[in-house]
């Protein structure tokens, strides 16, 4: 209680007779006691699915949500093109969502067996493979990239080329013009001087692409087995990288990407076994530079002051996403493929799909999900 306030109850009880007097300092003493900020309950303990396809399910009304609005949210789902939406909760599926057909054959139905590419999606998970990488002394963020791709990776001169970093590389800031012809296009002739590096923030697929040569060189092994020793086995996850034209597209089932987005929840932790460190986990969610707010390592950050998006220059006043949580942090990829992380509410949502429009990634699409989320995740 405020000391003053307490005083002031003093002298009044010295006014009142004495038969009111234990009453009014009882009263006093309960006051005293309760405090004025209380400590917030703590976040409940995550759910850690097994390796196998045991997974436990809860059903949105027992975790207060609105299941009269799931029909509308499935219509929503069918008519953008979606495989798969999965919505945790503590780590516990509370939707699960199946539809169309499958990539590889298009006669069957989409399931949760199916697999399904992460587009840009897949930047996130190279991001914490660079971090695990990091966390072992193979990588030095700090290092210049010619250091693990050798001089020469670029057509800048060698005083331009050894400005750029894996940092940079990490946070679309390297410099180089991405206003080429093809943007995927890894070859030194297509890799041209724009700005200094750090100076300028573009989302630029080229120098992302070439992690996978940073990190495969660093640690001595290929990225898919990498990947697989480090993440895949430890938390269950399923998947793989595959050449796709230029790029190196990471592929797996709808719940391996939730699998993911549970790592990311639990600050780079699965159950007990701590895969990439928590400090990492805490910058990829953090503006990386103030050039675009809503960027951090291969991560978009939601609820940012501004925010600049694939192919433009121009910076956008607020949220990427009004509609979602301002602590959400995204991985967004090519035709919708999303990991949306909600720390505050213990959330991970998952969608897998054909195009629902046809930006680089998938802002609107992401908000109008949320639009539709928000009526069922009433709390």
């Given at each position: 209680?405020?000391?003053l306030?307490?005083k002031?109850?003093?002298?009044?009880?010295d006014?009142l007779?004495?038969t009111?007097?234990?009453?009014f300092?009882?009263?006093?003493?309960l006051?005293s006691?309760k405090k004025d900020d209380p400590?917030?309950a703590?976040?409940?303990?995550?759910?850690?699915?097994t390796?196998?396809?045991?997974w436990?399910?809860?059903t949105?009304?027992?975790?207060?949500?609105?299941?009269?609005?799931?029909?509308?949210?499935?219509?929503?789902?069918?008519?953008?093109?979606?495989?798969?939406?999965?919505v945790?909760?503590?780590g516990k599926?509370?939707?699960?969502?199946?539809l169309?057909?499958?990539?590889v054959?298009?006669?069957?139905?989409?399931?949760?067996?199916?697999?399904?590419?992460?587009?840009?999606?897949?930047?996130?998970?190279?991001?914490a493979?660079v971090?695990?990488?990091?966390?072992q002394g193979?990588?030095?963020?700090?290092?210049?990239t010619s250091?693990y791709?050798?001089?020469g990776?670029t057509?800048?001169t060698?005083?331009?080329e050894n400005?750029?970093t894996?940092?940079?590389?990490?946070?679309?800031t390297s410099?180089?013009d991405d206003?080429?012809?093809?943007?995927d296009?890894t070859?030194?002739?297509c890799?041209?001087?724009k700005?200094?590096?750090g100076?300028?923030?573009?989302?630029h697929n080229a120098p992302?692409?070439?992690l996978?040569?940073?990190i495969?060189?660093a640690?001595?092994?290929t990225?898919?087995?990498y990947v697989?020793?480090?993440l895949?086995t430890k938390?269950?996850?399923?998947?793989q990288y595959?050449?796709t034209?230029?790029n190196?597209?990471?592929y797996?089932?709808?719940?391996s990407m939730?699998?993911?987005?549970?790592?990311l929840l639990n600050?780079?932790?699965?159950?007990q076994?701590?895969?990439?460190t928590?400090t990492?986990?805490?910058l990829?969610k953090t503006s990386?530079q103030?050039?675009?707010l809503?960027?951090?390592?291969l991560t978009?950050l939601?609820?940012?002051?501004?925010h600049?998006?694939p192919g433009?220059?121009?910076?956008?006043t607020g949220?990427?996403?009004p509609?979602?949580?301002?602590?959400?942090?995204?991985a967004?990829?090519k035709?919708?493929q999303?990991?949306n992380v909600?720390p505050s509410?213990?959330?991970?949502?998952?969608?897998?799909?054909?195009a629902p429009d046809?930006?680089?990634?998938?802002y609107?699409f992401q908000?109008?999900?949320?639009?539709k989320l928000?009526?069922?995740?009433?709390?």
């Amino acid at each position: 209680m405020n000391p003053l306030l307490q005083k002031g109850f003093l002298f009044l009880c010295d006014l009142l007779p004495m038969t009111h007097r234990i009453l009014f300092i009882s009263l006093l003493l309960l006051l005293s006691c309760k405090k004025d900020d209380p400590t917030p309950a703590p976040a409940k303990d995550l759910y850690f699915p097994t390796s196998g396809s045991t997974w436990e399910k809860i059903t949105p009304a027992s975790v207060g949500w609105d299941e009269s609005k799931i029909p509308d949210l499935k219509s929503f789902l069918s008519a953008s093109n979606s495989r798969a939406l999965i919505v945790l909760k503590n780590g516990k599926i509370v939707i699960e969502e199946y539809l169309g057909k499958q990539l590889v054959n298009p006669l069957l139905d989409f399931n949760s067996s199916s697999s399904w590419y992460w587009a840009s999606a897949g930047k996130t998970l190279t991001s914490a493979v660079v971090g695990i990488a990091e966390s072992q002394g193979k990588i030095n963020l700090d290092n210049k990239t010619s250091d693990y791709l050798g001089t020469g990776w670029t057509s800048l001169t060698a005083l331009q080329e050894n400005k750029i970093t894996v940092l940079h590389q990490l946070t679309m800031t390297s410099g180089l013009d991405d206003g080429v012809t093809n943007k995927d296009c890894t070859d030194p002739a297509c890799l041209i001087y724009k700005v200094d590096p750090g100076t300028r923030w573009a989302y630029h697929n080229a120098p992302y692409t070439l992690l996978d040569g940073v990190i495969s060189t660093a640690v001595g092994k290929t990225l898919n087995i990498y990947v697989s020793e480090q993440l895949l086995t430890k938390t269950g996850m399923d998947g793989q990288y595959i050449k796709t034209g230029d790029n190196n597209v990471f592929y797996s089932t709808p719940r391996s990407m939730a699998r993911f987005g549970l790592l990311l929840l639990n600050k780079g932790k699965w159950d007990q076994t701590q895969i990439v460190t928590e400090t990492y986990i805490n910058l990829m969610k953090t503006s990386s530079q103030n050039l675009n707010l809503s960027y951090g390592y291969l991560t978009w950050l939601n609820g940012k002051a501004s925010h600049i998006l694939p192919g433009l220059q121009t910076v956008f006043t607020g949220s990427i996403s009004p509609n979602a949580p301002a602590d959400m942090f995204a991985a967004m990829g090519k035709n919708g493929q999303i990991i949306n992380v909600v720390p505050s509410k213990n959330l991970v949502v998952v969608r897998m799909g054909d195009a629902p429009d046809t930006s680089l990634v998938p802002y609107l699409f992401q908000d109008d999900l949320w639009k539709k989320l928000n009526a069922v995740i009433t709390n």
